[in-house]
């Protein structure tokens, strides 16, 4: 429909000699111009003027770059009709007055942003710290107000929070422990066959799953279910400033949102622990029985002999403490979201992140303190 | 490119940019819009107005093709955007620009790197100096200061968002510009700023611009005539003075209501005293 933009030199001989004349024609607008900006630039000045009366139509593009090579060559735009002229005019303005514009963010040379990165990462975990531990005493004054005032306690939401983090887990953690209770039997059997002790399976899977991986495998699935959950509901509330209104209306957020949570999570980790450890064993039992040929009777048997009941109080003692550092973390992050939705989702990672990497770092001193008291 | 047609009484097909007839959009049962027709000339700035969930957004998405509707007719340009192929919208696509509601920029971009991703998408021909120099000068055009320019959006005001949008929807100079509520949430001295530089921009780029607002200040300082959305439908387009006369009683409570004589008055003043107005006035009788 339009004609291509073109543009020719022409010497001038005449005039001092003082370069070319050049001529833009056509329709000077970006999805007409075609290579035109790089051809311009190949062209060495000096270039006396540029003229653009035979310019169709153009576009601020357009006018950019008669412009800017206008400038380049420091030569007059000849032949500038009103429109031109009002395009050239918009697209100067504020030009040179404020500095150039940068397009891209400030880059820092490799070593500096390592350093830097490091030095954050260092302040950050310094004040989560310091941010989970004076939360730790919110949480237990808290508690403390609520047992001397118990007509405060929301047993609704108390309730309401049981059934989202133990009653809906039932599912997924039970599946989850019958399948690590037939894989540890499967695998301990595989290993202790070649001594010929295929029986000590029963030893390993009972005091493994009460002592250690019921109780650790559900705090990991109760972390990436409802600490993730807890962050990223709180965290949107504040975003939504429904905790400031709750504020001003004098409902403590510490009441109403974050105890029932902390509350739920040290109440049915126990239980879920529990849960999680019987399912095991009745996976770990059934392979005994399919593969090899251990019947259930003898397996019970056998169980109640080599498993001490300290067994079963190690893995209860820990479960409370994984669910408050769970119902913690998820409540603190949820708390500490500012600004925009992006920091939900950051914060709900670093819920569940701090979480699991509390908990296995609590496994480690409760495994040296119950040796050192003597269950082993 | 300044074609503009002072002075038409009934535009012909030619200087219609966007033409909606017997729109119907709908959500499950939730019905939208229903036999809605629209004409936007040329050259014109249209103001669409409507009470919340009236619709004003759906019909943009509708328009630009987001939303597809369930009946009816609307091209742009005289082109159906319609069940075409992409190649053809895609064509259409490079004439508009779009300014959504909250800025809707590219988190991870700068303002500048933003402002070049149509730029890079619709015409990769363009060497990277040159879309360098394009952004920079798109962020001045706009009233941005240089320093926005490599700043990421989360560190820019609402207003300076707003601007860092309307620049990259001007990036590949659109014929066509559609604006989403661009005054909402900005304070009145940076919404009056706006629009002036609304105002200017689509005097200077010959723009035609289809303008979403709520703000009544809007309407009067900028807008050659206003579309009102109610019923599902458009009841009435036309200046303002066109749309005080009719009986309708939304319109009616909209313009005279209290803060609908506060812009009113403001609106005349402003008009006795401005020169800029004139150009705009003499268009509106056309």
């Known amino acids: 429909m339009m004609e291509m933009a073109h543009f020719s030199l022409e010497g001038e001989q005449g005039k001092e000699g003082a370069g070319a004349v050049l001529r833009i024609s056509g329709s000077l607008s970006i999805n007409r111009f075609g290579s035109l900006p790089s051809d311009l630039d190949k062209i060495e000045g000096p270039v006396a003027a540029i003229d653009i ?12 770059i008669v412009h800017s090579h206008a400038l380049k060559w420091d030569c007059p735009i000849e032949g500038a009709d009103e429109a031109a ?6 697209v100067k303005a504020g030009e040179g007055s404020e500095g150039p514009v940068a397009v891209h963010a400030h880059a820092i040379p490799p070593l500096q942003r390592i350093l830097a990165q490091i030095g954050e990462a260092t302040i950050i975990s310094g004040q989560t710290l310091i941010g989970l531990i004076g939360f730790f005493g919110a949480t237990l004054i808290t508690g403390w107000d609520l047992i001397r005032h118990p007509s405060r306690m929301r047993w609704n939401a108390v309730i309401q929070r049981f059934e989202v983090v133990g009653v809906s887990a039932l599912g997924i953690i039970g599946l989850m422990s019958f399948l690590i209770g037939i894989v540890i039997a499967q695998q301990g059997a595989v290993q202790l066959r070649a001594f010929g002790m295929e029986v000590l399976t029963v030893n390993l899977v009972g005091r493994l799953t009460f002592r250690e991986l019921g109780v650790l495998m559900t705090a990991i699935m109760v972390a990436g279910r409802s600490g993730s959950a807890f962050a990223a509901q709180i965290g949107t509330m504040k975003l939504t400033e429904e905790i400031d209104a709750m504020r001003t209306i004098g409902v403590s957020p510490m009441e109403a949102l974050i105890m029932p949570r902390i509350l739920a999570t040290v109440v049915l980790m126990p239980l879920l622990g529990f849960y999680s450890s019987i399912i095991a ?47 913690m973390t998820g409540c603190y992050q949820g708390l500490q979201v500012k600004a925009n939705a992006e920091e939900v989702g950051l914060r709900t990672t670093s819920a569940v992140v701090q979480a699991i990497f509390v908990v296995i770092v609590l496994d480690a001193f409760f495994a040296v303190f119950f040796t050192w008291v003597g269950w082993t | 490119m300044s074609e503009e047609q002072a002075g038409t009484p009934a ?64 091209s742009v340009f005289g082109q159906s955007t319609i069940d075409q192929l992409d190649e053809d919208v895609l064509a259409l696509r490079k004439r508009w620009g779009v300014l959504f509601q909250g800025g809707a920029l590219f988190s991870t971009l700068t303002v500048a790197e933003n402002i070049e991703v149509p730029l890079r998408e619709f015409y990769p021909q363009i060497g990277p100096e040159l879309r360098d120099e394009i952004a920079a000068y798109k962020i001045r055009m706009t009233g941005l200061p240089p320093e926005a320019g490599p700043k990421f959006p989360s560190e820019l005001s609402g207003g300076m968002k707003k601007r860092a949008g309307l620049a990259r929807a001007l990036a590949i100079d659109p014929d066509l510009l559609f604006l989403d509520e661009p005054t909402a949430g900005l304070d009145p001295i940076g919404a009056a700023s706006f629009d002036e530089q609304t105002r200017q921009l689509q005097q200077t780029l010959g723009l035609t611009v289809f303008l979403i607002t709520h703000d009544l200040d809007t309407l009067y300082a900028i807008c050659d005539r206003v579309a009102v959305l109610a019923d599902k439908k458009v009841i009435a387009v036309g200046t303002i003075d066109e749309l005080l006369a009719t009986e309708h009683p939304w319109i009616q409570e909209y313009f005279n209501g209290p803060r609908g004589r506060a812009a009113t008055s ?21």
């Open chain 1, 53 to 64: 009366s035979d310019v169709t139509h153009m576009d601020t593009i357009g006018a950019w």
């Open chain 1, 85 to 90: 002229k009002r395009l050239i005019d918009a």
């Open chain 1, 281 to 327: 064993i009745i996976g770990g039992g059934f392979l005994c029985a399919v593969s090899l040929d251990i019947p259930p009777i003898t397996f019970v048997q056998r169980l109640r002999e080599v498993v001490p009941i300290t067994d079963l109080w190690v893995g209860l003692i820990k479960a409370p403490v994984f669910g408050l550092i769970i119902g």
């Open chain 2, 11 to 74: 535009p012909e097909d030619k200087d219609i940019a966007i033409r909606v007839r017997g729109l119907r959009t709908s959500f499950g049962n939730q019905v939208v819009h229903e036999n809605l027709d629209l004409d936007v000339y040329k050259g014109e700035i249209l103001g669409v107005v409507g009470g919340s969930g009236t619709g004003k957004s759906v019909l943009m998405r509708a328009i630009i093709g987001l939303q597809p509707p369930d009946a009816g007719e609307i």
């Open chain 2, 266 to 286: 403001a609106g005349r003043a402003g008009k006795k005293a401005g020169g800029t107005d004139k150009a705009r006035t003499g268009k509106d009788e056309g």
